[in-house]
Nanobody, 121 residues
Framework: VELVESGGGPVQAGGSLILNCTSA????????AGWYRQAPGEEREAVAVISAYDYKITYSDAVKGRFTISHDRSSNSIALQMNGLNVEDSGVYYCAGGKSLYDQCTGENYWGRGTRVTVSS
C-alpha cells in the first residue's frame, strides 16, 4: 500500500504550506489517519491525528492553533494546513493511514515516504 505525500518544500518563517496525502490503493476511513514529522536526530512524532472509529482530532502542543488536518472523502486525501511556520517545524513529514483486518482496525499504520519541509528564519 502506497501513500503519497506532496506539498513540502522551503518556506520562510511565518509562512504557510499545505501538505497533501493520497493513495491509489488505500482508502482513508474509519481506521484513522495522521501526519507525523521527524526532525534530524529526533524521533518521529505525531503532529495531527484523526483517531480511529470516533474521528477525534488531536494536535501536538507544538502545532495546536497553527496546523489543521482535514480529510476529503471525495478525493481520498488527507491534508495538513500549516500556518505560522517556524524553524522548529522543519523536518520530514509523513502521512499515515490506519490498517484494518477483517473490518477491525489493527492499531498499525501504512506510511508514506515523507515530504521535507524546511523553514528558514
Amino acid at each position: 500500500v502506497e501513500l503519497v505525500e506532496s506539498g513540502g518544500g522551503p518556506v520562510q518563517a511565518g509562512g504557510s504550506l499545505i501538505l497533501n496525502c493520497t493513495s491509489a490503493i488505500y482508502t482513508f476511513g474509519y481506521c484513522g489517519a495522521g501526519w507525523y514529522r521527524q526532525a534530524p536526530g529526533e524521533e518521529r512524532e505525531a503532529v495531527a491525528v484523526i483517531s480511529a472509529y470516533d474521528y477525534k482530532i488531536t494536535y501536538s502542543d507544538a502545532v495546536k492553533g497553527r496546523f489543521t488536518i482535514s480529510h476529503d472523502r471525495s478525493s481520498n486525501s488527507i491534508a495538513l494546513q500549516m500556518n505560522g511556520l517556524n524553524v522548529e517545524d522543519s523536518g520530514v513529514y509523513y502521512c499515515a493511514g490506519g490498517k484494518s483486518l477483517y473490518d477491525q482496525c489493527t492499531g498499525e499504520n501504512y506510511w508514506g515516504r515523507g515530504t521535507r519541509v524546511t523553514v528558514s528564519s
